[in-house]
């Protein structure tokens, strides 16, 4: 009954899930669990020595991608394995290796600018963070995939010379091509709203490591650009003309631009062109929770348990507390993934 | 070994646990003679009970038999490596209801593509066993995806001898013999309760152990292998299991593919360095093992065994579980209510032990 009921929902679901993961499919493992009792939590990437990049690679935000068939596989809500032939042809055949490859560009170019170590993180939930080919990944690159605390930047610490974000997607009701922003409505840090993007630069600002280059719709890079002033080099892969429509680039093309953009980035971040972004404390964050969410989630939101944070009701879907430790925002999100999906 | 299809195989095994309370008396005996002494639990339901891979569906042999045809397998003067594969712990690898099992409809890609994965792995560790001197390779089919027939027949190492398919004894060590020079693993993953990617040990609740020291399931493959005086001289997997096995095994050649940053993800070290350092270390492993160095881990007889169901498992399965026909086990309910201890001076009926718990969850 629970999966005819989901398949119903799958539309819905799939929207949703665009800025959730799918810890629920996660049946094999263990989820990620209160950060508290998180074993994981905190563990870091194999050391490697010279300059490292750590490249996000949003695969919601992917050049030439405009339709959710394109970059969720369909077997997000915790459908069983014995079902994930399910996936969307476009997705399965053609973007996850589009994805991959443009992955791949932003190392290659990362490495042209004088980058000697590469980590990607797989951080878009399709697929229970699957979607990269581990098979198909430059050689050289340590790989982040599945589900793991701080997921979009899991791993990310103070060894690492610059965070790079190719896919980047326009915050939660602005006018990008499939715009969200985790499980949110809005996430807003001492009154300002920020995207997925910023958070991250905020956890990442603590360790010292800036932002130097940020590619994804025109609408993305647009409302970065005024969220993160100490700048990063833009690379603009597609122009929203619609929520799910817009002005796209041959995958070549766009593994042209990513690449060029990489090398300009580590270049100009290695000539300390840019600076870790910062934000004053205490950070004062409210957050509204995803129109949709049913009664039960809000509550299951409003009973997440997190060392370190009190969260305070601010209307029927917003929530707020304050904290000096952006890391606790990423626990937030993690959190939250299965509470959305469930 | 794998739990995946165990959700699948619950549906069959409920109907079928029900449908043998029906079918008569007379199983009883057939399997007593094996462990000595009498079973304490409680007495095998009538019929053809579902406790062991029955021979006359399946024909599988006993497992001195399978030994006996494996060894004769063996040539005199060279060296022989058996080699032990998983799916779970390969490079990689971090889904195991997506990229560990075939899928309903026996094509999931991931699956697939991780099937290559394996055969590279292993692959990568014959060539470097055989750069060490390694002569003869066995390659037991330890996952249970695919039911265990996983690594590519036609893309493996042409000198790679395959032991795969199930049912068939000991699944993890079949025919492992004292004519083996050294024991290989890759693709294993983390003892159940441990923190990695994936982590489990065939159906159990928790950690097996023998004589108080916990063994995963390359423990328990090494442990059935070092009565034969094998060594264990390579292993693979990510890195709470690199951690468990250099504990248990510290004289073996230790490979971390992958670090596990949670039960389903992590950092996936690429392929190709993964490839080069199994083959390395294989290499490594064989010249050490010429040279005396490996060491062998025993343990004092008798072996006291003792192992917990997991209790995700509905009663009839458990019911199954609980029931390996013809050993001496005893409930152990100081240590929880699905748990049991068996003390033995072999070691390989703890591999048909586990081999008739895998027959519950996995009943193809």
Same mark, same amino acid.
């Given at each position: 009954m629970r999966v005819n009921r989901l398949r119903c929902l799958m539309p819905l679901l799939i929207l949703a899930a665009?800025?959730?993961?799918?810890?629920?499919? =996660?049946r094999g493992g263990r989820g990620l669990g209160p950060p508290a009792n998180n074993p994981f939590q905190g563990k870091g990437l194999p050391y490697e020595t010279g300059f490292r990049a750590y490249i996000v690679m949003n695969m919601a935000g992917m050049g030439a991608a405009v339709d959710p068939k394109e970059i969720m596989s369909g077997t997000e809500t915790g459908a069983p394995a014995q079902t994930n032939t399910a996936s969307y042809a476009d997705y399965e055949g053609r973007f996850r290796s589009l994805a991959t490859q443009e992955a791949n560009a932003a190392v290659r170019g990362a490495r042209l600018g004088g980058a000697k170590s590469f980590a990607v993180s797989d951080a878009h939930p399709a697929n229970g963070f699957g979607s990269l080919l581990p098979w198909e990944m430059d050689s050289a690159a340590i790989?982040?995939?599945?589900?793991r605390p701080l997921f979009m930047i899991a791993g990310l610490d103070s060894t690492f010379g610059t965070l790079m974000f190719d896919g980047a997607v326009a915050s939660a009701g602005s006018n990008g091509i499939m715009t969200h922003t985790f499980g949110f409505d809005a996430l807003t840090v001492n009154g300002k709203k920020l995207n997925e993007v910023a958070i991250m630069a905020l956890i990442a600002g603590e360790m010292g490591v800036?932002?130097?280059?940020?590619?994804?719709?025109?609408?993305?890079?647009?409302?970065?650009?005024?969220?993160?002033?100490?700048?990063?080099?833009?690379?603009?892969?597609?122009?929203?003309?619609?929520?799910?429509?817009?002005?796209?680039?041959?995958?070549?093309?766009?593994? =042209?631009?990513?690449?060029?953009?990489?090398?300009?980035?580590?270049?100009?971040?290695?000539?300390?062109?840019?600076?870790?972004?910062?934000?004053?404390?205490?950070?004062?964050?409210?957050?509204?929770?995803?129109n949709g969410m049913s009664d039960d989630n809000i509550a299951q939101v409003a009973a997440m348990q997190i060392p370190g944070l009190t969260l305070e009701r601010n209307g029927a879907r917003g929530f707020r507390f304050t904290t000096d430790n952006a890391k606790l925002i990423g626990y937030v999100i993690d959190a939250m993934q299965p509470v959305v999906i469930r | 070994m794998s739990?995946?299809?165990?959700?699948?195989?619950?549906?069959a095994l409920i109907a079928g646990a029900s449908a043998l309370q029906s079918q008569g008396?007379?199983?009883?005996?057939?399997?007593?003679?094996?462990?000595?002494?009498?079973?304490?639990?409680?007495?095998?339901?009538?019929?053809?009970?579902?406790t062991l891979p029955p021979a006359k569906y399946f024909g599988v042999t006993e497992y001195d038999l399978a030994r006996t045809k494996l060894e004769k397998l063996v040539k005199p003067g060279g060296f022989a490596v058996y080699i032990v594969t998983d799916m779970e712990g390969l490079a990689g690898v971090v889904n195991n209801g997506r990229e560990m099992s075939t899928g309903r409809s026996g094509n999931s890609p991931d699956h697939q593509r991780f099937r290559q994965e394996l055969t590279d792995e292993l692959n990568a560790a014959i060539a470097g066993a055989r750069l060490g001197g390694a002569t003869q390779f066995f390659v037991v089919e330890g996952h249970g995806g695919n039911n265990f027939r996983n690594v590519l027949?036609?893309?493996?190492?042409?000198?790679?001898?395959?032991?795969?398919?199930?049912?068939?004894?000991?699944v993890m060590e079949t025919g492992v013999n004292a004519k083996m020079n050294m024991m290989m693993v890759v693709g294993?993953?983390?003892?159940?309760?441990?923190?990695?990617?994936?982590?489990?040990?065939?159906?159990?609740?928790?950690?097996?152990?023998?004589?108080?020291?916990?063994?995963?399931?390359?423990?328990?493959?090494a442990f059935v292998g070092a009565e034969f005086g094998v060594p264990l001289g390579m292993v693979a997997g990510d890195d709470s299991y690199a951690a468990e096995m250099k504990e248990t095994f510290p004289s073996a050649e230790v490979v971390t593919v992958k670090v596990a940053m949670s039960g389903a993800g992590g950092a996936m070290l690429p392929f190709a360095r993964v490839h080069a350092q199994i083959k390395a270390a294989a290499t490594k492993a064989v010249q050490r093992a010429k040279a005396g160095q490996l060491k062998l881990v025993t343990f004092a007889k008798p072996y006291h065994i003792a192992w917990c169901i997991r209790n995700t498992f509905a009663q009839p399965v458990y019911e199954v579980m609980a029931r390996p026909a013809g050993f001496a086990i005893r409930p152990d309910s100081a240590s929880g209510p699905r748990c049991f201890t068996y003390d033995t001076n072999k070691a390989e009926e703890i591999g048909t032990i586990m081999n008739l718990v895998e027959w519950a969850a996995l009943k193809p």
């Open positions: 665009l800025g959730v993961a799918p810890l629920a499919a =996660q790989l982040i995939r599945g589900t800036s932002v130097s280059m940020v590619a994804g719709d025109d609408a993305a890079i647009e409302e970065t650009k005024a969220m993160l002033p100490a700048g990063f080099v833009p690379v603009i892969t597609k122009y929203a003309v619609g929520r799910i429509a817009g002005i796209t680039y041959s995958p070549a093309k766009v593994r =042209q631009m990513i690449s060029a953009g990489a090398a300009e980035a580590v270049r100009r971040e290695k000539a300390g062109a840019f600076a870790p972004f910062k934000m004053d404390k205490p950070y004062h964050v409210e957050f509204t929770v995803q | 739990r995946h299809g165990m959700s699948l195989a619950l549906c008396t007379g199983r009883g005996a057939s399997g007593a003679g094996r462990g000595g002494g009498a079973a304490v639990l409680p007495p095998a339901p009538p019929g053809d009970a579902d027949v036609d893309k493996v190492d042409p000198d790679a001898i395959l032991l795969r398919g199930w049912p068939r004894p000991n294993n993953h983390p003892n159940a309760g441990t923190p990695g990617i994936i982590a489990h040990s065939y159906a159990l609740g928790s950690a097996l152990t023998v004589n108080g020291i916990k063994l995963n399931e390359s423990g328990i493959s």
